[in-house]
């Protein structure tokens, strides 16, 4: 409410309060649908969602401008638990291999454990816009893998590397793979089996990158090693 005595505009308490308290309803309406995609798939109904909480679809919309404001909170709900998995394996700690090895399983995994969430971020008529969102986090991953493939290098004495294409060419590879396996209904290899080839896979792009940059490792060898080596 603003101070009519011309001072500086006051805070209605009980308009912040009740924006509080809408946020909080709109967090926990979209944390239902996301327990319902859980549930019962990507292309869930919105009377669903209303049935579950409690409400009348109306009702419900009154938290939501419309279906694609929903979608898109959901969606964000959905990477922000993405990239809670993601996140602490883009540390490279241990082996190269290792290192490989944990940040392709993480991916697998989380896909593995949420594919309903998996296949909602790509589902057709619920897709926000360009899907922007979903390309806007491969491609962070793929910054923060080239990071620290740059600080690596740095290290090893390559100061100018072209690592950015590579870091979100192996996002790219690694995501459209488990994406279509997550999507084929016979699959032709074993979750196993796929995390063993996308390994070798990413390890054979990298060591082809770093040879052209005059670099030769051994997959065994420990980043942190590597990073306290001299410059040549």
């Known amino acids: ?9 006051q805070i209605d308490g009980r308009s912040t309060r009740w924006d509080e308290h809408k946020a909080q309803r709109q ?7 996301v327990a319902l995609i859980e549930e019962e798939g990507a292309r869930f109904r919105v009377q669903r969602l209303a049935e579950r909480v409690g409400l009348s679809r109306s009702v419900l919309y009154r938290h939501f401008k419309d279906r694609a404001t929903l979608d898109e909170l959901i969606r964000r709900r959905v990477v922000e638990s993405f990239m809670r998995r993601m996140e602490p394996t883009l540390t490279f700690d241990g082996t ?10 993480a991916h697998l995994d989380w ?33 923060m ?12 004495g390559v100061r100018e590397a072209s690592i950015r294409s590579v870091a979100v060419g192996i996002v ?5 793979a488990v994406n279509q396996w997550a999507g ?3 699959r032709e290899v074993s979750e196993e089996e796929l995390r063993a080839m996308l390994c070798r ?21 420990r980043v942190s090693d590597l990073e306290g080596a001299p410059a040549h």
Not at 145 to 156: I, T
Not at 201 to 221: C, F, I, K, N, Y
């Open 96 to 105: 190269i291999e290792e290192s490989v090895e944990r940040v392709v399983g």
């Open 111 to 143: 896909v593995a454990q949420h594919p309903r969430l998996y296949a909602y971020m790509g589902v057709g008529e619920h897709a926000m816009g360009d899907g922007s969102l979903v390309a806007d986090t491969k491609t962070a991953i793929a910054l």
């Open 27 to 33: 967090g926990e309406l979209v944390d239902a649908a």
């Open 1 to 9: 409410m603003a101070d009519r005595t011309g001072g500086e505009p």
């Open 184 to 186: 084929d209904t016979e």
């Open 145 to 156: 893998l080239s990071e620290r493939f740059g600080d690596v290098l740095k290290a090893l």
């Open 201 to 221: 896979s990413v390890w054979a792009v990298l060591d082809a990158t770093l040879r052209d940059l005059g670099v030769e490792l051994s997959p065994q060898q």
């Open 172 to 176: 790219g590879f690694v995501d459209t």
